[in-house]
DNA sequence: TGACAATGTTACTGACCGGTACGTATACAC
DNA sequence: GTGTATACGTACCGGTCAGTAACATTGTCA
């Protein structure tokens, strides 16, 4: 039941370029056609290429990420991974499990996305949350964007109960820890205070970023500069 | 195919209380049991009780509102609304018609909201958006808060086509110029980006309401006034 | 009273969905 | 080589879903 296998492969938060698991030997190239029939996925455990259960993380990641967890079943899934479905079932307990499986491999990416915004590392917290937003709100504006799968999930399963919106749950919860760190690392007057206006911010960059392009995201680098100066400025 | 029945009849922004339905003549009371058995809906028109089409949107609001457009059958719905099927599909051409005819009436009852925070009108448009501000961070932190209907119909129908998708981008769209409108009213430098840092702030308290309680919603009216003050202030 | 509009009743369809029973191929140990 | 564990596929199941067909029933209004 609770079989819950641990990630070990983060899954895109960029739309495209989901695939990578570095995990087995092989690094055969996925590009993202719908159905590739080309070099079919040898079966079989042979050696090169990932194993079923990393093919179908990174297939999930992407449908999910995509198209939203509930619109996408589990055929699917497997069929983009091209792995059958009893092989999804070895490995994750119900459909649900898959899921929460895809918010812990998303989380892992979104950590790395965040402590270092562009690649780089920053030691100045006020620099870092802005290089962060500048790079989110680009994306944000660009066709195709859909947000936070995080946030997405919860928005997908209002219950408190379900596994993956557990996952969604506990990481806001640590985000929302981690920006008041930051704001009290800038000095912040009320730490506590320009970390939520921070975390309102990006999660409205989140969303909005998916209704439509050429939204208010544009205008966000320009508001977190204006928050946070205005949140460490001495009274 | 597009039949498309006006809406009459707004559907419900807050979670609870969500019949109304003031089209008929009768007023009857309809508490919120999952399947009212007791006083059966007398069937076939009688003059009492708002006729099936006007059950089914009020089914449809709460269902959709509560649970999420995917996650409600209509079976479900047409259950709670003590109507069959039949009626249902009289009336709407499909689900995601039926959809359609949610989105519009919450976005209705939304504008309503919107323009009277708290029933009460405001010339001062500063007065206006924080007032909307507060009430809505007030019910954002309070348990089984589940967002704006229209944003979270955005993430549960990525694509472009979709009949809801187009209802809530399409008023996304006028609110964000609505609040440009209310920026530049309050005298603000920059208009279009006070308006959306405002919108930025507002879409997150609709999401990030419904991850948690005690959310960063509790701090929203405080932000929000700061915003104000910041982009209206003389340089 | 009779036509009509609105609704209910029953039963059905075909597609899809999550999930599984069971058989099969490969790799490795000895 | 044979045994065994592992990784995988084929084929299927029962349930649910959106949507429909055909007909019965009731109230309204002319």
Request: glycine share 8%.
């Amino acid at each position: 039941m609770a079989a819950m296998k641990k990630s070990d492969e983060p899954a895109a938060e960029r739309p495209a370029k989901a695939f990578s698991s570095e995990v087995a030997t092989g690094s055969r190239k996925e590009n993202a056609s719908k159905q590739e029939s080309g070099a079919p996925f040898r079966s079989h455990r042979n050696g090169t290429g990932p194993r079923a259960a990393d093919r179908i993380r990174a297939s999930a990641a992407e449908l999910f990420y995509r198209e939203g967890i509930r619109a996408v079943g589990v055929d699917e899934v497997v069929d983009r991974a091209g792995v059958t479905k009893p092989s999804l079932y070895r490995s994750f307990a119900s459909k649900d499990d898959l899921a929460a499986a895809y918010m812990r491999d998303y989380e892992a990416n979104f950590w790395e996305n965040f402590e270092k915004p562009g690649g780089k590392s920053y030691a100045d917290p006020r620099e870092h949350v802005l290089a962060y937003i500048k790079v989110l709100s680009a994306r944000a504006v660009a066709t195709g964007y859909r947000g936070c799968g995080l946030t997405n999930a919860t928005v997908e399963y209002p219950a408190r109960d379900n596994p993956a919106r557990q996952v969604a749950e506990a990481h806001k919860k640590l985000f929302r820890k981690r920006l008041r760190e930051l704001a009290a690392l800038m000095g912040a007057r009320h730490p506590a205070m320009l970390g939520d206006a921070l975390l309102l911010l990006i999660e409205g960059i989140y969303v909005t970023g998916q209704q439509s392009e050429e939204g208010p995201a544009q205008s966000a680098l320009t508001v977190a500069r204006l928050l946070i100066d205005a949140g460490v400025a001495k009274p």
